[in-house]
C-alpha cells in the first residue's frame, strides 16, 4: 500500500485526496496545512471549477502544520505538493531530498530557474517529479493528441484553444491575485493551453499575444499566436477576467486537411470528429478524469511500471519559459522567440 502525503488541503489538495482514496493500492496517511483550522475550515465551499472534497477522514490520518515534520515522521512513499505556486520550487525540493516522490501541481514553479533547481534535485535524488499538468491526460484532450498523432485525417491546418472563468478567490489569503506569488493568470491557468499546444505540436518557435489588463496592470485576458516553420495557424485565448455566473469553460478547435476536432461543453455531444466526409463521431474516451489519471500515472511510475511519459520535467519547464515569452509579448506588443 502506498502511504501517500497531501501537502496544502486547498482547492486542489481536496480533489487530491478524492482521487488517492479512489485508487487501489494508495492510502492517504498524512496531511499538511498551515491553517491550524483547517480541519473545520475544509467544510468552507472553495474552487470555481468543480465540487472540491469536503468529506476528509481526519480520524484515519495524520495531521500536521509543518511540512518538515510530515516529511520526517509520514514514512511516505509520495506527496501530492498542492501548495501555492511561490511554494513548489522549495518544497518539492525539500520533499525529494528526504526521499519521497512527488507530484507537485503546475504551474512547475514562477521561473526557469527554480523549475531548473526541481529538475536537479529530482535527478540528484532519483525520485519521481511530476508535474500536474492534467490537460494531458484529459480524456478528449489525449485522445485529440493520439488522433493528430496517427496522421489518420492529415496535417494540422489550424488549432485554437479556449480557457476562460472568473477571478479566483476562493484561496484564504487570495495569494492568486498576487501575481509574484501566483504568476498571475498568464502561468496560472492559460499555462494548461500553453502547455498543451506544447504536447501537440512542440516548442513553438517563437509567441505572439495580445492582453488585457485588470486592476494593477495584471494580464487578466490573454490571447496568443504561437509560431511554428509551417503556415499552421495556433492559438490560445485565456482569461480570468469573467462574471462568476459564467462558470468556467475550456474547449478547442482542430483543423486537420480530413476532418475537424470539436471540444465544447456548451455543445452536444461535447466532443466530436467531423471528417472530410459522412456524420459527425465521438470518440470513445477514458471514463474518468484527467486528475484521476495522472494521478494513476504517477502511482504506476513510482511503483517502478514502465508508463509513457506522458510529461516531462524539460517541458513542464518550458512551459513556464513559453507563458513567460508570452506576458514579455503582450507587454511589448511583439513576436518573441523562444530561447
Ligand atoms: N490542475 C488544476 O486544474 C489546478 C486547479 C486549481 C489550482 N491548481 C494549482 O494548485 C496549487 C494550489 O492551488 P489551490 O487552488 O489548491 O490553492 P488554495 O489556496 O485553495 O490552497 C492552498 C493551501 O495551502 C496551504 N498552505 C499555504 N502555505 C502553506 C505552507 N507553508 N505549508 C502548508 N500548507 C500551506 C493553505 O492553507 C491552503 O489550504 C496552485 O499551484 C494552483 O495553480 C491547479
Redesign the pocket.
Known amino acids: 500500500m502506498l502511504r501517500v502525503g497531501i ?9 487530491h485526496y478524492k482521487y488517492w482514496k479512489a485508487l487501489e493500492g494508495a492510502d492517504v496517511a498524512a496531511i ?4 491550524p483550522n ?1 480541519e473545520e ?1 475544509v467544510k468552507r465551499t ?2 470555481n ?1 468543480g465540487d ?1 472534497e469536503d468529506a476528509i477522514d481526519f480520524a484515519s490520518l495524520q495531521l ?4 518538515e515534520k510530515m516529511l520526517s515522521d509520514g514514512k511516505l512513499d509520495a506527496i501530492s ?5 511561490y ?2 520550487a522549495d ?1 518539492s525540493a525539500k520533499a525529494l531530498a528526504a526521499g519521497v516522490n512527488v507530484l ?4 512547475m514553479a514562477l521561473n526557469a530557474q527554480d523549475c531548473e533547481r526541481m529538475v536537479d534535485e529530482a535527478k540528484r535524488s532519483g525520485k519521481v517529479l511530476q508535474i ?4 494531458r491526460f484529459w480524456p478528449e484532450y489525449a485522445k485529440a493528441k493520439e488522433i493528430v498523432d496517427s496522421g489518420e485525417y492529415g496535417k494540422v491546418i489550424a488549432a485554437t484553444f479556449q480557457r476562460l472563468g472568473a477571478p ?1 478567490t ?4 487570495n ?2 491575485l498576487d501575481e509574484k506569488r ?2 498571475g493568470m498568464t ?3 492559460h499555462i ?1 493551453d500553453t502547455d498543451f499546444v506544447q504536447y501537440l505540436f512542440g516548442r513553438p518557435s517563437a509567441v505572439c499575444s495580445f492582453a488585457a489588463k485588470g486592476a494593477g496592470g495584471a494580464l487578466v485576458h490573454i490571447v496568443t499566436q504561437y509560431l511554428y516553420d509551417d503556415d499552421k495557424v495556433v492559438t490560445a485565448e485565456g482569461g480570468w477576467a469573467m462574471m462568476p455566473a459564467f462558470g468556467f469553460e475550456m474547449s478547442f478547435n482542430i483543423v486537420m486537411e480530413k476532418a475537424t476536432i470539436v471540444y465544447d461543453l456548451t455543445r452536444e455531444p461535447a466532443f466530436k470528429v467531423c471528417p472530410a466526409e459522412g456524420e459527425a463521431i465521438t470518440p470513445e474516451v477514458e471514463k474518468e478524469d ?2 484521476f489519471l495522472q494521478i494513476a500515472h504517477f502511482a504506476k511510475a513510482i511503483q517502478g511500471e514502465k508508463v509513457k511519459p506522458i510529461t516531462t520535467l524539460e517541458e513542464s519547464r518550458d512551459s513556464v519559459k513559453i507563458v513567460a515569452a508570452e506576458k514579455e509579448s503582450a507587454r511589448k506588443k511583439e513576436k518573441v522567440w523562444i530561447a
Open positions: 501537502a496544502g488541503l486547498g482547492f486542489m489538495g481536496r480533489i499538511c496545512d498551515a491553517n483547517i475550515d472553495v474552487g471549477i472540491a500536521y502544520t509543518d511540512f505538493l498542492t501548495l501555492p505556486t511554494l513548489h518544497y507537485c501541481e503546475k504551474p500536474g499538468h492534467c490537460v479566483p476562493w484561496s484564504i489569503d495569494w492568486f501566483s504568476g502561468l496560472d491557468l494548461h484527467g486528475w
